[in-house]
């Protein structure tokens, strides 16, 4: 279901779909960085290699 024409021209809204693609992404790698890191902490402090 469409919401309504965003009158933006061409270039515009290649640019607007750029920056949401992008902004998209870099949230995505922040996620998954953060993911990354706690599950390395969480091996680490398991083996002990961390102090509690």
Do not use: C, E, W
Not at 26 to 40: P, R, Y
């Amino acid at each position: 279901m469409p919401i309504g024409d965003l009158n933006v021209p061409v270039i515009g809204k290649n640019v607007v779909i750029g920056a949401l693609v992008q902004s998209h992404i870099f949230f995505a790698t922040f996620i998954i960085g953060a993911v990354f890191i706690a599950d390395t902490a969480a091996r680490k402090r398991a083996r002990g290699q961390l102090p509690v």
